[in-house]
């Protein structure tokens, strides 16, 4: 099951699934609140997202799975492992996750100032939209190492995906929840053993062993990488190749 971040939607994994379906069941969703998805958004916090996976899982009764996550749903991947039981193996993509270490050094990057922007009341959403198509081509053209990879009608299906006052809010809220999934993360939790795979741009940025070290760090006992070629930070619409080949490759397909 992948799970997409911001500025996306389930979309993003289409090229990816593509390449799977004749291995694996694949099955990606609009996280709640995003694109068609009637989920309920709550306030942003990954562990209640995680808890709306987990019901959808249940519901599902999905066996021997792969939960795969991509920035925000990399989070909610985290989330997830310390709050259940049961997944075969995890997958989190680029990204840093709140309280957890290389967090400190993320949001400290002048790079990645929306972060702040996102997380004001009401603001962002006045300002983005009317404007998604626009605004999220900033975040495509400057985070990819080949802006052409995210293609016009992925962008269109992302800006979709986001054209409601409701969707914008649900994705603001992810960022506004931070500073909650941060004290949440940091929390004593039992160590986990599910297997986790952190894969990474190999033009993303960013050092890929303090990630897998603030992991091991916090308890997760086995945690393997994985560097991505010729991919920045949306590795599964840049590189979906690579992207399976080294998810198939974890999972022993």
Do not use: C
């Not at 993003?12 to 694996?24: D, E, H, K, N």
């Not at 959808?56 to 920035?71: A, C, K, N």
């Not at 959403?125 to 802006?147: C, I, M, N, W």
């Not at 940025?205 to 603030?214: E, K, P």
Request: glycine share 10%.
């Amino acid at each position: 099951m992948f799970l997409h971040g911001w500025p996306e939607s389930w979309r993003s994994w289409q090229p990816v699934m593509r390449l799977a379906a004749s291995q694996v069941r694949a099955i990606a969703i609009d996280l709640p609140g995003i694109g068609e998805s009637a989920g309920n958004a709550g306030n942003g916090e990954k562990r209640q997202l995680a808890a709306t996976v987990h019901e959808l899982i249940t519901e599902m009764e999905l066996r021997e799975l792969t939960l795969v996550g991509h920035d925000i749903g990399g989070m909610i991947v985290y989330s997830f492992l310390r709050a259940y039981r049961g997944l075969k193996r995890a997958v989190i993509m680029d990204i840093a996750v709140p309280g957890i270490p290389p967090w400190g050094q993320l949001v400290s990057n002048p790079d990645i100032w929306h972060f702040g922007l996102h997380a004001l009341p009401e603001l962002p959403e006045r300002l983005v939209q009317g404007s998604q198509a626009e605004y999220f081509a900033y975040f495509y053209d400057t985070h990819s190492a080949d802006p052409a990879k995210i293609t016009p009608d992925s962008r269109a299906a992302h800006a979709k995906a986001y054209s409601s006052d409701s969707a914008l809010t649900a994705g603001f809220n992810w960022y506004r929840a931070f500073p909650r999934d941060a004290e949440e993360n940091q929390a004593t939790r039992p160590p986990v053993s599910t297997p986790l795979l952190f894969l990474q741009g190999d033009r993303a940025g960013g050092d890929i062993s303090a990630s897998v070290r603030g992991f091991r760090a916090v308890g997760l006992n086995h945690v393997d990488r994985g560097v991505v070629p010729g991919a920045g930070h949306f590795s599964e619409e840049e590189a979906p190749e690579e992207t399976w080949r080294l998810i198939a490759s974890f999972a022993g397909l």
